[in-house]
């Protein structure tokens, strides 16, 4: 993320016609701290400054959010669902991994990766003996921002709302929407 010059932010903000009391109240900040900030005069967090700048892109109305770009179907297994099951359904997908689901909540994932790291003869075995650490979750009005953070280091991010799964992210939906 490129930091935003104090005068980057005053541009910005005038260029939508906001005053700094409503870009404040939009970031949920001071205006005397915008005023500040815009002046040259205080360096502020990095979690303020970026409360600001998602304040002035929701202003623009270009905030994507993971509701907007989340695959509503999520392909899943069950912890009781047979490795085989698993590998099937992977493989109709074409997908190299899956969300493992139980009554509506993530509760793990299971890859191609995790199959053949558990050695021959896995098929008969329930998916919970192989599987891995759930996907990270985050809720549909997560910015598209802090879920690409996410797929720097997860290979998917689930869309959950009242702790069930209601999405899936991958980077390919990410290209898909931002393309």
Same mark, same amino acid.
């Given at each position: !993320?490129?930091?935003?010059?104090?005068?980057?932010?005053?541009? /910005?903000?005038? $260029?939508?016609?906001?005053?700094?009391?409503?870009?404040?109240?939009?970031? %949920?900040?001071?205006?005397?701290?915008?005023? #500040?900030?815009? $002046? $040259?005069?205080? %360096?502020? #967090?990095?979690?303020?400054?970026? #409360? +600001? @700048?998602?304040?002035?892109?929701? &202003?623009? =109305?270009?905030?994507? #959010?993971?509701?907007?770009? !989340?695959?509503?179907?999520?392909?899943?297994?069950?912890?009781?669902?047979? @490795?085989?099951?698993?590998?099937?359904? !992977?493989?109709? &997908?074409?997908? *190299?991994?899956?969300?493992?689901?139980?009554? =509506?909540?993530? @509760?793990? *994932? +299971? *890859?191609? =990766?995790? +199959?053949? /790291?558990?050695?021959?003869?896995? $098929?008969?075995?329930?998916?919970?003996?192989?599987?891995?650490?759930?996907?990270?979750?985050?809720?549909? %009005? &997560?910015?598209?921002?802090?879920?690409?953070?996410?797929?720097?280091?997860?290979?998917?991010? !689930?869309?959950?709302?009242?702790?069930?799964?209601?999405?899936?992210?991958?980077?390919?939906?990410?290209?898909?929407?931002? *393309?």
């Amino acid at each position: !993320m490129e930091l935003p010059t104090p005068q980057d932010l005053r541009e /910005r903000r005038t $260029g939508l016609d906001l005053t700094q009391s409503e870009l404040a109240d939009r970031a %949920d900040v001071s205006q005397p701290l915008i005023a #500040r900030i815009e $002046g $040259g005069d205080v %360096d502020p #967090r990095l979690s303020t400054l970026r #409360r +600001i @700048v998602e304040a002035l892109d929701e &202003a623009e =109305g270009s905030v994507l #959010r993971a509701g907007d770009v !989340m695959h509503p179907e999520v392909i899943n297994v069950a912890p009781d669902d047979s @490795v085989r099951q698993a590998e099937e359904r !992977m493989d109709e &997908a074409a997908y *190299s991994q899956l969300p493992v689901i139980q009554n =509506g909540i993530p @509760v793990g *994932s +299971i *890859s191609h =990766g995790d +199959i053949i /790291r558990s050695g021959e003869d896995v $098929g008969d075995l329930p998916v919970r003996e192989v599987m891995s650490e759930s996907f990270p979750s985050v809720s549909p %009005d &997560a910015t598209v921002g802090e879920v690409r953070n996410l797929l720097d280091h997860y290979k998917a991010v !689930m869309v959950t709302e009242g702790g069930e799964a209601t999405g899936i992210i991958t980077e390919a939906d990410l290209a898909r929407q931002l *393309s």
